[in-house]
């Protein structure tokens, strides 16, 4: 058992929108043998789709809606990749996603640089105490001088950076990387996209054929740059990079497949295994025998055929065998996971056993909620799952009457997930309740998901407000906010009293004004 948990690594790949992330797991994939052609994520209908993205709406758009798990074996590695989205509008699955990583790479544009959403979901891993690998991608392509890539990490994120190698040129003019342990040089060659891009002047920077086919100009630059980071740059140190102090970085382009083996490679040999967890029973050691896991994501209709329902569970500790039972801690009851799945985006197998640090799969009928834990004894709790207030609120009507048992089966899978937030408004029955979530783009995709998985056409009337707070049961003081016209109380799905709000100004004034005390989370939650 011990041998197989420290051969797992669990890692998310993190990123602003459009720098790369996807492709970046396709090739990983690729590379890991897990897949025989990568997809292309701005894809045609004559092309591959990207494998992660397994949503229809996902290959439509070109990007990533819903976080995915895959896991393959390679060189004696079982990883699992989550690929995560990037775009801002979805950061509740990110966040969520990020705790079930032992570690995290961070993907960079070269062009760009730090982009927002990178700096926020950088925070989340640094809170965490997770180690970060940065990899900087699109190096074919003309961007910024790698120095003041590595400084703007420094200086935007609060890390030090460390370069594992560097690049020879850029855009236009780019020869390779240089690996500055080994003084090995991997050459690029343009155009060559569908098998790893190796050339006929690679070796040792020592090699004239090698030099030759720099050229003397940026080889010159090339060693006034190592030099510089021999000096002048920070050591390399492991402790301070499990600890997530240093953050080693990768240079290369995902689209060419260039320094995608290499920066795997290395990150193998460097990425934690499953790390302890903290937990009301104290720090809990991934080799201790007993079961546990928990509930990061639940997604439904993965597979459209069967209208499925799959929980995603990370395994913590101990060894996981097919058909055990464990106590649902939420419920204090016993469940039965009698088929466990390994998975891989869409596709997925039926598992026989698995282990601390796995990413696993189990059908659910509605038990699961995320944050639940899983363990061979009860009264097990983990930290608390991190919570996101929406801050976008709509009120959404089936124009089918006839469809309303799908509609409301719909809008119940979905808050299910963790997708929507679904209150309901004390007027107004269950066909038209008021839905809040995190970015405007979910109700697209809410409006998307209820078509299409469920038959349903809605229609969404976006509403003024801007925050939603919880509020004790008083009917004095809920009487004052249903009169208002700054307000309208709802009920969440714990029937707790909640009111939305146009702005934070206005909820100071209404609690100053009426002495309403204002949770930004549910009762239970704060609990």
């Given at each position: ?17 459009d ?5 970046l ?5 690729l ?5 025989h052609?990568?997809?292309n ?12 993205d ?29 690929d995560?989205?990037g ?14 990583a032992?570690?995290?790479?961070m ?11 990178t ?7 640094k ?12 190096l ?16 935007v994120?609060g890390i ?8 020879i ?5 780019f ?7 080994s ?9 060559n ?5 190796g050339?006929?002047?690679?070796g040792?920077i ?5 030099q ?21 740059g ?6 301070r990079?499990?600890r997530?102090?240093?953050t080693?970085?990768?240079f290369?382009?995902?689209?060419s497949?260039?320094?995608v ?30 079961f ?13 055929m ?25 419920s ?11 998975l ?6 039926i ?11 189990v059908h ?23 919570f ?7 009120r ?23 997708a929507?937030h679904?209150?309901?408004d ?11 979530v995190v970015?405007?783009l ?14 349903v ?9 801007e ?11 809920i ?30 004034w ?18």
């Open positions: 058992m011990e041998e197989e948990i420290r051969s797992r690594k669990a890692f998310a790949i993190i990123s602003h929108p720098a790369g992330k996807t492709t797991t396709e090739k990983l994939l590379f890991g043998g897990a897949i052609l990568a997809g994520v701005k894809a045609r209908k004559t092309q591959r789709y990207a494998t992660s397994w949503m229809e709406l996902e290959r439509q758009r070109g990007i990533s809606i819903t976080s995915s798990a895959m896991q393959f074996n390679y060189k004696g590695y079982v990883i699992n990749i989550l995560t989205p775009h801002q509008d979805f950061s509740e699955d990110t966040y969520r996603t990020l705790t079930a032992d570690s995290a790479v993907l960079i544009d070269v062009a760009k640089g730090v982009e927002a959403q700096i926020k979901l950088f925070e989340v891993c809170k965490r105490g997770i180690p970060i690998f940065t990899f900087i991608n699109k074919d392509r003309e961007g910024k001088n790698p120095i003041d890539l590595m400084d703007e990490v420094e200086k994120l030090e950076a460390y370069a594992m190698n560097w690049p040129g850029m855009g236009g003019t020869k390779g990387i240089y690996d500055r342990q003084g090995f040089v991997d050459r690029y060659a343009a155009g996209r569908t098998e790893n891009s050339a006929p002047q690679s040792l020592g090699d004239p054929e090698v030759s086919g720099i050229g003397e100009e940026l080889l010159q630059r090339l060693q006034e740059d190592i030099e510089l980071l021999d000096m002048a920070n050591q390399f140190d492991m402790e990079v499990n997530g102090e240093v080693p970085v990768f290369g382009s995902a689209l497949n260039f320094g083996p290499n920066f795997l490679d290395s990150f193998l040999k460097l990425a934690p295994g499953p790390a302890a967890r903290t937990s009301n029973q104290g720090e809990l050691d991934p080799l201790n025998p007993e546990t896991g928990f509930v990061f994501k639940i997604q439904a209709n993965m597979n459209a069967h209208r499925d329902r799959i929980a995603f569970i990370r395994i913590c500790t101990g060894r996981y065998e097919r058909g055990m039972n464990v106590i649902h801690t939420r204090r009851r016993k469940l039965r996971l009698a088929q466990p799945q390994q891989f985006a869409q596709e997925r197998t598992l026989d056993e698995a282990y601390a640090g796995d990413i696993i799969g659910d009928n509605g038990i699961l909620r995320i944050g639940d834990v899983l363990a061979e004894k009860d009264g097990l709790e983990f930290e608390a799952m991190p996101f207030s929406p801050e976008n609120f709509a959404v009507s089936i124009k089918n009457a006839l469809k309303r048992k799908q509609f409301i089966k719909g809008i119940q899978e979905l808050q299910e997930e963790g929507i679904v209150f309901r004390l007027h107004i029955g269950v066909e038209a309740p008021v839905i809040g970015g405007q979910q109700f697209e995709v809410l409006e998307y998901r209820l078509r299409d998985e469920y038959g056409d809605v229609e969404i009337n976006h509403l003024p407000y925050i939603v707070r919880w509020v004790p049961k008083d009917e004095e003081k009487k004052i906010l249903k009169d208002s016209s700054m307000s309208l109380v709802v009920l969440d799905q714990d029937e707790n009293y909640a009111v939305l709000l146009l702005d934070k100004w206005k909820a100071n209404m609690s100053e004004r009426y002495s309403i005390e204002f949770l930004e989370q549910p009762p239970l939650l704060r609990e």
